[in-house]
């Protein structure tokens, strides 16, 4: 079997991330990227049996998550599942990632979710954000934010990622359709109420992913030409 290791960014997420990281360890080992957090995260994470890399600042979900593939790599594992540790993504899902990476599902599998479930405004402003990424790149997308997914480490060494915050997902899918690299589909569950509010800023991250979208759209049409 591949060596495969579960990637988990983390900002002041010290209430939740024990028990994220418990469950992910029932299948994988793990890494926490603790991004600048001062609400003691990362000695939450240690003790649930993670290993920890720590940012001294807050630098972004993008910047942590590169930060974790660069370890991963450097450790020499073949894949990296990335959730979060807010507890929105389920581990007992690890699973399915791990059989549809075995069946050859793709160089980047993601996790599927089901926007009726979603709380307002998120079940009609997500799939807006897919429908306008899907126009953007000309390839349809199901689900273009959901932040549980396996990359293997070919899309790894192949992707070249530049955003650093929440936009950086999307730019992964805009990348990996990009390099011709090979994008796979699992369902999960769709959490929401976990208790906390999101991290993501409604109009400093939205105008972010309108810009990504426009210079996806922009790149598309000047190759086409």
């Known amino acids: 079997m591949p060596r495969v290791l579960a990637l988990i960014p983390?900002?002041?997420?010290?209430?939740?991330?024990?028990?994220?990281?418990?469950?992910a360890r029932r299948f994988l080992p793990v890494l926490v990227v603790d991004d600048g957090s001062t609400d003691g995260t990362a000695d939450v994470a240690r003790a649930a049996g993670a290993m920890v890399v720590q940012h001294p600042r807050n630098q972004g979900k993008g910047a942590a998550l590169k930060t974790g593939f660069a370890w991963a790599l450097e450790q020499g594992y073949d894949a990296v599942l990335t959730l979060d540790a807010d507890g929105q993504h389920d581990p007992a899902e690890i699973p399915k990632f791990l059989n549809a990476l075995e069946a050859g599902a793709g160089d980047i599998i993601i996790?599927?979710?089901?926007?009726?479930?979603?709380?307002?405004?998120?079940?009609?402003?997500?799939?807006?954000?897919?429908?306008?990424?899907?126009?953007?790149?000309?390839?349809?997308?199901?689900?273009?934010?959901?932040?549980?997914?396996?990359?293997?480490?070919?899309?790894?060494?192949?992707?070249?990622l530049?955003?650093?915050?929440?936009?950086?997902?999307?730019?992964?899918?805009?990348e990996a359709i990009r390099l011709g690299l090979s994008i796979g589909w699992v369902p999960i569950r769709t959490i929401y109420g976990i208790g906390k509010s999101s991290y993501f800023h409604p109009i400093r991250d939205t105008l972010r992913f309108l810009r990504m979208v426009w210079r996806i759209g922009t790149r598309r049409r000047a190759a086409s030409l």
């Open 10 to 23: 983390a900002w002041n997420e010290a209430p939740r991330i024990g028990r994220v990281v418990e469950g």
């Open 162 to 174: 530049t955003s650093t915050g929440f936009e950086m997902e999307v730019e992964m899918i805009a």
């Open 111 to 160: 996790g599927r979710r089901q926007f009726r479930r979603m709380p307002w405004p998120r079940w009609w402003s997500t799939p807006l954000g897919t429908l306008l990424l899907s126009l953007a790149l000309g390839h349809y997308i199901p689900d273009n934010q959901s932040g549980y997914r396996l990359i293997t480490r070919r899309a790894l060494e192949t992707l070249r």
